[in-house]
């Protein structure tokens, strides 16, 4: 089974803001696109990220005069990030952790994506499917599905040599 990673949820194709960018054209930016974060970098480099949330507590909520206000005065510049290689599961842990709905993906010092809930709610089928063949594999067989060396259908199908076996298979061919 392979394992899922960072990488294969994760949003390439990112939106990006330099930190002396005007506030405004930065909240303008998020509703042209549709989107509730913005990532900050300098030379490349990622060195913030600005939400829809910080916009509220950081302007709206203290009736900031928003006109004069540039990205860098907005934006956590504390992140918690991921590398692409990283597994999933460790990264949505860490989310949960740090109770982040967005991750910045880095790998060295280049941005390389950004990994949100909604990234992690469109992969939640090949999650399921994947905790349930882990599961499978940890008790040792499945219950009602084809068995992949014939294609009969087995109540009662085994783990061997990576591929899910039934009973009179593994009879004619103990080792499959």
Excluded: F
């Amino acid at each position: 089974m392979k394992e899922i990673t960072v990488e294969d949820a994760m949003t390439k194709n990112i939106v990006k803001v330099d930190p002396d960018e005007s506030i405004i054209n930065v909240a303008n930016k998020m509703k042209e696109k549709d989107i509730g974060s913005m990532l900050v970098c300098k030379n490349k480099k990622l060195v913030g990220l600005i939400t829809s949330e910080d916009l509220v507590k950081r302007i709206i909520v203290p009736t900031k005069d928003a006109k004069n206000l540039k990205a860098k005065d907005v934006m956590t510049k504390k992140l918690v990030t991921a590398s692409s290689d990283e597994d999933l599961a460790e990264a949505i842990r860490i989310m949960i952790d740090k109770s982040v709905q967005r991750l910045p993906v880095v790998d060295g010092n280049r941005l390389v994506g950004i990994l949100t809930d909604g990234d992690i709610l469109r992969m939640a089928p090949h999650l399921v499917e994947s905790l349930v063949e882990s599961r499978r594999e940890m008790e040792g067989g499945m219950e009602g599905d084809a068995c992949e060396v014939c294609g009969n259908y087995s109540e009662n199908l085994r783990r061997v040599n990576g591929q899910w076996v039934c009973e009179e298979c593994m009879e004619v061919s103990p080792d499959v």
